[in-house]
């Protein structure tokens, strides 16, 4: 089945390289989320769209996190000069409908990137 | 500000038996939605269960029931007949009526023993 898919599933940097982070969400799902998960914790909000819309991005920790959905399908997360500190799974989800009640969020596998 | 508390870090169960894992959590809103999640050691977030706040009796999907005390603030998960399949991290969460932000708890470790 077509479930949420991220690449690269794995990703080393060295420190003050940009990476750039793909989400497929599931074809049709109006909203989509970026979650950070460090390492023993649980994830942590980055970033939700509604389509092409950025609809709260006040989770991003710095202005070198960037995201975009350009044509309200696959999701691009920018990290601008990573640091050490970005290290963590990044998590995208992404659900059928508008937020808002049961809507279930089915998630990727994540992309697993390690800062060097 | 919202805010989700697993205060055990680790859990151990016997095979067929049932077992709680607890969640409080803190809010100021009338409207929310509370939701349990599992990821085994793959890595995936797997939906469980939701609850919402003006939902009166206690949400039920299979082998998992959320016990929702209100006035506590509390949403505990309760799986029944434990499986060794189980065995993963737990995570509650919430989302508050009016937003887009769903916040995360730190996560309890499940371990079913055969």
């Known amino acids: 089945g077509a479930g949420v898919s991220q690449s690269p599933r794995y990703k080393v940097a060295k420190r003050g390289q940009d990476v750039a982070l793909r989400c497929d969400p599931i074809s049709g799902h109006v909203s989509l989320f970026w979650y950070q998960q460090a390492l023993g914790q649980g994830p942590e909000f980055l970033t939700y769209f509604q389509n092409e819309a950025q609809l709260d991005k006040s989770g991003l920790p710095s202005d070198r996190f960037f995201a975009e959905r350009p044509e309200g399908s696959v999701s691009t997360l920018k990290i601008q000069r990573t640091q050490q500190e970005d290290s963590a799974v990044y998590l995208c989800a992404s659900s059928l409908w508008r937020v808002g009640g049961t809507e279930t969020q089915y998630f990727g596998p994540g992309t697993r990137l390690l800062v060097l | 500000a919202q805010k989700i508390t697993q205060t055990q870090p680790g859990m151990f169960v016997q095979e067929k038996e049932a077992v709680t894992l607890d969640c409080t959590y803190d809010t100021s809103d009338q409207s929310y939605g509370l939701f349990w999640y599992k990821q085994p050691s793959s890595g995936e977030m797997i939906f469980l269960i939701y609850q919402g706040s003006y939902d009166e009796q206690n ?51 499940l371990f079913v023993k055969a």
């Open chain 2, 59 to 109: 949400a039920t999907e299979g082998r998992y029931s959320l016990n929702f005390q209100k006035a506590r603030k509390s949403a505990n998960l309760v799986i029944s007949a434990s499986q060794l399949g189980d065995s993963a991290m737990y995570f509650c969460a919430m989302r508050e009526g009016g937003g887009f932000k769903t916040i995360f708890g730190a996560g309890t470790r």
